[in-house]
């Protein structure tokens, strides 16, 4: 029995042997694999970071978009009818000349005429200024439209139609399709 009891503590070592052999080679892949879920945590780590400075910088970028845009917005409602005020300033003209013509003629007939001459330069200049920005007159011609006509008496005609416009007491005025102002109008019965 003896025997047996040395070649059992023979057979003891190499057995420890083989299970430290395993024991370490576990180890180190263990700590292989530590390493690479440690390198792989610092690469998500570093792209974290670099996405956070990315987001922070369209995020500014954003910011001073809007804020640009708001400005121009700004400016924009603040000037629209700079265009407009610049084709008005011809009529002024027109007008303070009107004016001042007046100083200088003595003939009352001639300064009447002159005078009309002027006012209806003046006005076709203005309805001109006008409709290249979109204002229009609402015609004289139309047929009664309660959108863009306001009728104020109504009177018995044989020459006009019920309900069309027998005259029109004050013009009103479109900007593009939307009345400005309903024109003042008498139509038949």
């Known amino acids: 029995m003896s025997k047996s009891n040395d ?34 945590f610092d690469l998500l780590q570093e792209e974290l970071i670099a996405l956070k400075d990315k987001y922070a910088r369209v995020h500014a970028d954003f910011d001073n978009i809007k804020k640009r845009l708001e400005r121009e917005k700004y400016t924009a409602v603040e000037y629209s009818n700079e265009k407009f005020a610049k084709d008005m300033i ?3 003209d027109a007008l303070q000349m009107a004016l001042s013509s007046t100083a200088s003629v003595a003939d009352p007939v001639e300064h009447y005429e002159k005078l009309k001459e002027g006012i209806e330069l003046t006005l076709k200049q203005f309805t001109t200024s006008l409709e290249k920005h979109g204002v229009t007159m609402v015609s004289h011609d139309e047929p009664f439209d309660p959108n863009i006509h306001n009728a104020i008496q109504s009177v018995d005609s044989e020459d006009v139609e019920s309900g069309q416009i027998v005259q029109t007491f004050q013009t009103g005025y479109k900007y593009k399709e939307r009345p400005l102002r309903e024109a003042m109008v008498i139509v038949a019965n």
């Open 90 to 92: 011809p009529v002024m």
């Open 7 to 40: 070649e059992e503590s023979q057979n003891e070592p190499l057995i420890n042997e083989e299970e430290d052999t395993e024991i370490n080679k576990a180890e180190s892949e263990a700590e292989a694999e530590a390493e690479a879920v440690e390198n792989e």
